[in-house]
């Protein structure tokens, strides 16, 4: 029951000039692994909509063409059944309150009850790493863990097909390793098992077929032998192993020798002159999330990304950037200014930050004015900050999206207008927390285009970010956090290289 067949299928959108999907034809067998591939609005997430039922159940438009589940050509066959668990691209959409009761819910409605259900619960919880977590509110856990949780309510009911979107956008780089582990182990006990993927490529180790959409068009990808990676250059997996230098009853001459390159270091970034100041923080909202007793400057006119496992406190950290969060001991000065001494609102001239979710900072009725709107509330008249959004959206290429309401884009769409309601001020500090998940690498490549740019006239940002190419790639230095404490901070191709290794395989 676990195989896949589409005959001729196509989709238009409702009030679509062309169609999203266009005369798909493909098969998909138990006992694989299918990557599937390409740019923002190829139509990826649209054909997972249609497997899954979304299309036409909740998304209106023209589909026609055949979906087969097994023998059945019932398209509405998974609407009450556990054949498929669905993974959407948008994880912070759960239903209750508690991480134990979202991957129960699945469950029970199934039937399952007792001991039962709690020995599945703690089987998933234990693969994707969040046993620790089950009692903890989902709100409170960060976009990484909320993945993790999303991630659980898919495979939970061990339907015999998979479909998952973008399931490691939010994952650092050992969770991802992990997911993919575990999905080869699924597939080869014989489920059917559909990824979208911006880059494909990167899981390919585990992969059966790459599949790559262009213009609503399927193709498949056959990959040359030096494209094809080994799990072990699965993005890094190491990279993210590497064991706290503030864990003393471990420590190891490696650790060491890396802390020193960590003081060493701070000295030889791009710029002395730092703009932000963290003494000694420390902000715990419990007695195992929050960080501790963080020392570091960022320095202006350099890029700093900051990097960790999932839950290791880097969010926490931006907050405090802003005045969001207060430090419950230390002191973090922004621009020469105690964080504890003045209001947000007047840190907010001087830092510009975006948020993991988009969803947190988008209100406006169109895309145009929700661009503008951190203009309009500085004083600038509505007609100037409009034609300034205008400006900044054909750097993006979202002049044709300017008249729609933002909750009408995808999720990746709302992430980009979100960081242009951003960077329109052009502060002179940006924090931004994972502000290229969900894009592919064109757009990635203009976003990073424009912040050089924008360093280069003076400006200084932070990034939280998974993407240790992206790290290696563009930033001066790298901050590394384990547990809500500082595990290392220095150059970052230094520090990267030092990091795998203290790891040796």
């Known amino acids: 029951m676990a195989s896949i067949t589409i005959n001729n299928l196509s989709f238009t959108y409702d009030e679509a000039a062309t169609p999203t999907l266009k005369t798909i034809n493909f098969s998909a067998t138990p ?34 063409g055949q979906i087969f589940f097994g023998d059945n050509a019932d398209t509405k066959l998974q609407k009450n059944s556990p054949t498929l668990g669905v993974l959407l691209q948008d994880s912070d959409v759960y239903l209750l309150e508690e991480v134990y009761e979202e991957l129960a819910f699945t469950l029970q409605n199934s039937g399952t009850s007792g001991p039962d259900l709690d020995i599945r619960i703690q089987e998933v919880a234990s693969s994707l790493g969040l046993s620790g977590l089950l009692q903890r509110k989902i709100r409170s856990l960060s976009g990484g ?28 780089p050992l969770s991802a390793f992990d997911l993919f582990h575990t999905l080869r182990k699924f597939a080869d006990n014989g489920k059917t098992i559909l990824v979208c993927m911006h880059n494909p490529i990167t899981a390919s180790p585990w992969a059966d077929r790459i599949l790559c959409f262009r213009n609503g068009e399927l193709f498949e990808e ?31 001459s490696e650790k060491v020798v890396v802390t020193q390159k960590a003081t060493t270091n701070e000295l030889l970034s791009k710029n002395g002159n730092p703009v932000i100041e ?31 496992p999932n839950g290791s406190g880097k969010s926490t950290l931006l907050q405090h950037f802003v005045g969001l969060l207060r430090p419950q001991a230390g002191k973090v000065f922004v621009g020469g200014l105690d964080t504890e001494k003045v209001p947000t609102w007047e840190l907010a001239k001087k830092v510009g930050i ?44 979202l002049e044709s999206m300017l008249d729609k309401h933002p909750h009408d884009l995808n999720r990746s769409l709302r992430q980009l207008v979100a960081l242009a309601s951003v960077l329109i001020t052009k502060p002179k500090i940006l924090i931004l927390d994972e502000p290229t998940k969900m894009m592919d690498f064109d757009l990635l490549t203009k976003i990073m285009a424009w912040l050089l740019n924008y360093r280069e006239q003076g400006g200084t940002i932070l990034i939280v970010t998974h993407d ?20 290392g901070i220095g150059m970052t191709a230094e520090l990267l290289a030092s990091m795998t290794r203290a790891n040796p395989t």
């Open 31 to 64: 006992r694989q692994i299918i990557l599937i591939g390409g740019n923002n609005g190829s139509g990826k997430s649209t054909l997972l909509a249609c497997l899954s039922g979304i299309i036409p159940e909740l998304t209106s438009g023209e589909l026609v």
């Open 354 to 397: 975006l948020f993991q979710n988009p969803d947190d900072q988008i209100f406006n009725a169109t895309v145009a004015e929700e661009i503008a709107w951190s203009l309009v509330v500085r004083g600038i008249p509505k007609r100037e900050a409009l034609t300034e959004a205008r400006k900044l959206a054909a750097d993006f290429d």
């Open 222 to 252: 056959t990959l040359k032998p030096d494209e094809v990676l080994t799990p072990t250059q699965f993005i890094q997996p190491k990279a993210w192993t590497f064991p706290s230098l503030l864990d003393q009853e471990n420590s190891t």
């Open 278 to 308: 963290v003494q000694n923080l420390t902000h715990r909202y419990d007695t195992q999330s929050g960080i501790e007793d963080i020392t570091l400057k960022v320095n202006q006119q350099e890029i700093l990304a900051l990097i960790g």
């Open 468 to 487: 240790m190419t992206l790290a290696r790639r563009y930033t001066d230095r790298t901050a590394f956090l384990v547990g809500g404490r500082l595990a």
């Open 145 to 172: 863990e909320r993945q993790k949780v999303a991630i659980g309510a898919a495979l939970i009911s061990d339907a015999p097909i998979l479909l998952l979107d973008e399931p490691v956008e939010q994952l650092d």
